[in-house]
């Protein structure tokens, strides 16, 4: 899979759990169910964190500028974002081309390209300390709380 196809997968998947979350506050607030919100929103926050890792391993193999990554992560926070931003992107080229690091390919040099090179060798342990990664994220959100204050 390309870094255009993995970032592409991952804006859309963003895309479609805002849906459902909106969908579950829609019902919520309409005195329909409350049921919806917590699953939607599980889901649409695990989705959210996984965005933002693929958002920085693209990032690294891109080599986007501060501003670019910035604005990738930052597309994820406001509903349907994530879409436009990754089609600009792939038509400006910023998405082209495979993974650099691969092995036979360019030799990493910083932390994070070694990390990313490591990614790219082990792809099944990149994925499972990838899942581990978001788990505790969402673990660490989730006892700390909803972003607003209940009651």
């Known amino acids: 899979m390309t870094p255009r196809e993995l970032y592409g997968r991952l804006a ?11 969908l579950g506050m829609v019902l ?36 986007w500028s501060a501003g670019m990554g910035l604005r990738g992560l930052a597309s994820a926070f406001v509903p349907y974002a994530t879409i436009p931003f990754e089609r600009r992107a ?6 082209a081309g495979g993974w650099r690091l691969a092995p036979g390919r360019e030799r990493p040099v910083t932390v994070l390209e070694k990390l990313q090179a490591w990614s790219l060798r082990s792809p ?28």
Do not use: D
């Open 12 to 22: 859309l998947a963003e895309a479609v759990t805002w849906t459902l979350l909106i």
């Open 28 to 63: 919520k607030y309409s005195g329909t169910s409350e049921a919806f919100v917590p699953v939607f929103g599980m889901l649409h926050g695990v989705v959210f964190l996984s965005y933002c890792v693929v958002t920085c391993f693209v990032w690294v193999n891109q080599r």
């Open 124 to 151: 099944l342990l990149a994925v499972l300390a990838g899942v581990g990664v978001v788990a505790v994220l969402a673990s660490v959100l989730l006892y700390l709380g909803p972003p607003v204050p209940r009651g």
């Open 90 to 95: 792939g038509r400006a080229g910023r998405l």
